[in-house]
């Protein structure tokens, strides 16, 4: 789902042979198999092992996965593309393996009012009886970390599922929902995402949810 955003930063930053790339919760690794396709060294880091395990099923050997950041830098670029909502490494590890210069690009939802899957992200924090969680700053995020903004930008990426039970287990998959699922009896998670997802289908049962996602750029100083 998220590929026009991978595409867009790597297009941006100019991602290619010579560059040196580490990805910060990387998950499966497909951020990273697309910069490797356009030449660059990639490196990935990810807490949760079993994505860990996905990854290097799906990565060439020459690529690194590891559930720690991996001490062979420096990086010339460093991605986050979950710094909003999944940050694992904190602000040390945005800096832990860069050098003066280093592009290191945050990313995260939109605006909510331009996110469809906004109601489901709300859902889960109802299903795990827990606050909402307030929108984060990326540009603070990076102030916070020692960095430089530098740009930023917005992508649409549009979440589209061939059918009600794909939607459910593509949302279920994401991580969003492990708390409602601890929290509350999985079954009745899964009708409620069901359940939620009724604006969003379309007359030939396909879901169809609209979104944009920010990134900004900001630069080791």
């Given at each position: ?74 990086y ?19 800096t832990?393996?860069a ?40 540009g ?25 039970g ?9 991580g ?46």
């Open positions: 789902m998220l590929v026009p955003l991978y595409e867009a930063v790597h297009e941006r930053l100019g991602v290619g042979p010579g560059t040196r790339l580490l990805g910060l919760d990387c998950g499966t690794g497909l951020a990273l198999l697309m910069a490797a396709a356009r030449g660059a060294r990639v490196a990935g880091a990810e807490a949760d092992h079993a994505r860990v395990e996905l990854a290097r099923t799906r990565l060439p050997d020459s690529v690194t996965v590891a559930s720690g950041v991996p001490e062979d830098g420096p010339d670029v460093i991605t986050a593309f979950h710094a909003a909502d999944r940050t694992a490494f904190g602000p040390d590890g945005l832990r393996a050098q003066r210069g280093t592009a290191v690009v945050l990313a995260g939802w939109g605006p909510p009012e331009r996110c469809a899957t906004e109601p489901l992200l709300r859902l889960a924090d109802r299903l795990a009886d827990r606050r909402p969680s307030p929108r984060a700053d990326l603070a995020l990076a102030v916070g970390a020692g960095l430089r903004p530098v740009g930023d930008g917005r992508v649409a990426c549009p979440f589209g599922y061939a059918d009600e794909s939607a459910v287990r593509g949302l279920l998959s994401t969003v929902f492990d708390a409602a699922v601890r929290a509350s009896d999985p079954s009745r998670v899964e009708k409620e995402i069901g359940e939620a997802l009724a604006p969003y289908r379309r007359s030939d049962g396909t879901v169809w949810m609209p979104n944009v996602f920010r990134y900004v750029i900001a630069r080791v100083p």
